[in-house]
C-alpha cells in the first residue's frame, strides 16, 4: 500500500533535488531504518516508506510522473512496464522535442493509465502495434494570406515509415515468429502496485504489443519499429477565411504507426497577423475612413478599401463624424462556404489644420452664415 506522505518529504529533499542527492538521502535514512538493525514497527514502516519514495524519486520517468499526477501516476507504471508497453513506458520526453507540442502522447498516457493501469485483474484489452502519434505545429500567415486561402509548406520531424522494410519492422527474408516472451499470448502477467495494493494482472506484452506474433529478425534500418525518424516537409492548404487560432487536422500526417499501424494526424494551428487597415470580428470586417467637411455636408461618393480591393460608398448629405455604413459581402470570406461578411465603414470628418489664406475666409465666412452653430443657451446649459 503506498505511504499517503509526500515522497520528497520522506527523503527531506527538495522538488529539485539531484539523482545524487536523493541517493545519498536514501541511503542515510535506509542505513537509519534497516529492519537488520532490530528496530520498533515504526522503523520498519519507515523503512518501506524510504523505499517507496526513492524507487519513484531515482527513476526519472517515474519522477517526472509523480511531479505531474502524483502516486497515481507514478504507480501506473508497474514493474515490467517496458519501453513501449503499457503505463509510462509510450511517455517518452523526447516525443515533445521538435514541432510543438504532442498531444497524441498524452492522449496514450491517460489511454494507458486508464485501461492498464488499473484493470483490477479483468485482463487487458488486445491491442496490435500502436497508432502513431498526433502532431501539432502552428503556421503564421499574412492577414491577406487569411482573405484569399494560401498554401504553406511546414518543415517537421516525424516518425516515418520505414522504407527498407516499408513499415514492417522485419528484416528482409525474416519470417514472422510467435513471440517467445508471452508465447503468441500477446498478454504477461506482472505484479503491479495499485491504490489496492500489490496484485498481479495481465497486460499487454511489451515486446509484441499484444500481437503474439513478431519477426524473427527485426529490420536493422528501424530496429523493427517500421518507422524512422525522418525530417519531412507538409504542405498545409489554408483556406481563406481561417481565423486567428483555428486548427487545421491533416488526417494521416501525424506520425506513422508501430509495424503498419495507423499513422497519428497533424494538427496545424493557424495564427493570423493582424491587418493594418481593418479591424476583424469573424467575417465582419471594420474600416476607418477620414472624409472632409463639405463631403460630410453635401454628401460625396468615396473609394473605401475592402477585404481583396476597393470600392465606392456613397455618403449621404449631412452625414456626422462616427457613423457607420455596411457594404454587403465585403468583409472576410466565410470560412469553406460562398460569400463574405460585411464591412463597416465608419467615416471621421477630418478638420484641417492648414488653411490658406482664401480657405479660411471661406470657412470664416460659413461661420457667419450656414454653420452648426450652437443653440441659444447651449453654452448658458453646459455652466460655461
Ligand atoms: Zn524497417
Ligand atoms: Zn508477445
Given at each position: 500500500m503506498p505511504t499517503s506522505r509526500d515522497y520528497y518529504d520522506i527523503l527531506g529533499v527538495?522538488?529539485?533535488?539531484s539523482v545524487s542527492d536523493v541517493k545519498k538521502a536514501y541511503r542515510k535514512l535506509a542505513h537509519k531504518y534497516h529492519p537488520d538493525k532490530g528496530g520498533t514497527a515504526e522503523d520498519e514502516k519507515k523503512f518501506k516508506e524510504v523505499q517507496e519514495a526513492y524507487e519513484v524519486l531515482s527513476d526519472q520517468q517515474k519522477r517526472a510522473a509523480y511531479d505531474q499526477f502524483g502516486k497515481a501516476g507514478a504507480h501506473g507504471a508497474g514493474p515490467g512496464a517496458g519501453p513501449g508497453g503499457a503505463g509510462f513506458g509510450g511517455f517518452n520526453p523526447q516525443d515533445f522535442a521538435g514541432q510543438g507540442f504532442d498531444f497524441g502522447n498524452l492522449g496514450d498516457l491517460f489511454e494507458q493509465m486508464f485501461t492498464g493501469g488499473f484493470g483490477g485483474g479483468g485482463g487487458t484489452r488486445r491491442r496490435g502495434p500502436s497508432r502513431g502519434s498526433d502532431l501539432q505545429m502552428t503556421v503564421t500567415i499574412d492577414f491577406d494570406e487569411a482573405v484569399r486561402g494560401v498554401t504553406k509548406q511546414v518543415s517537421l520531424n516525424r516518425r516515418a515509415t520505414c522504407e527498407t522494410c516499408g513499415g514492417s519492422?522485419?528484416?528482409?527474408?525474416s519470417k514472422i515468429v510467435t513471440c517467445d516472451r508471452c508465447g503468441g499470448q500477446g498478454q504477461v502477467q506482472v505484479t503491479r502496485r495499485t491504490v489496492l495494493g500489490t496484485m498481479a494482472q495481465v497486460a499487454e506484452c511489451p515486446e509484441c504489443h499484444g500481437e503474439g506474433k513478431r519477426p524473427e529478425k527485426p529490420c536493422p534500418a528501424c530496429a523493427g519499429e517500421g518507422r524512422k525518424q525522418k525530417k519531412e516537409t507538409l504542405t498545409v492548404e489554408i483556406p481563406a477565411g481561417i481565423d486567428e487560432g483555428q486548427t487545421i487536422r491533416i488526417q494521416g500526417a501525424g506520425e506513422a504507426g508501430e509495424r503498419g499501424a495507423p499513422s497519428g494526424h497533424a494538427y496545424v494551428i493557424v495564427h493570423v497577423k493582424p491587418s493594418k487597415v481593418f479591424e476583424r470580428d469573424g467575417t465582419m470586417l471594420g474600416v476607418t475612413v477620414p472624409i472632409s467637411f463639405p463631403q460630410a455636408t453635401l454628401g460625396d461618393t468615396v473609394e473605401v478599401p475592402t477585404a481583396t480591393g476597393k470600392t465606392t460608398l456613397k455618403i449621404p448629405a449631412g452625414t456626422q463624424s462616427g457613423e457607420t455604413f455596411t457594404v454587403k459581402g465585403q468583409g472576410m470570406p466565410k470560412l469553406n462556404a460562398a460569400g463574405a461578411g460585411d464591412l463597416k465603414v465608419t467615416v471621421q470628418v477630418a478638420v484641417p489644420q492648414k488653411l490658406t489664406a482664401e480657405e479660411k475666409r471661406l470657412v470664416e465666412e460659413l461661420g457667419r452664415k450656414e454653420g452648426p452653430k450652437p443653440k441659444k443657451g447651449f453654452l448658458d446649459k453646459l455652466g460655461l
Open positions: 527538495g522538488k529539485t533535488a519492422g522485419a528484416a528482409k527474408g
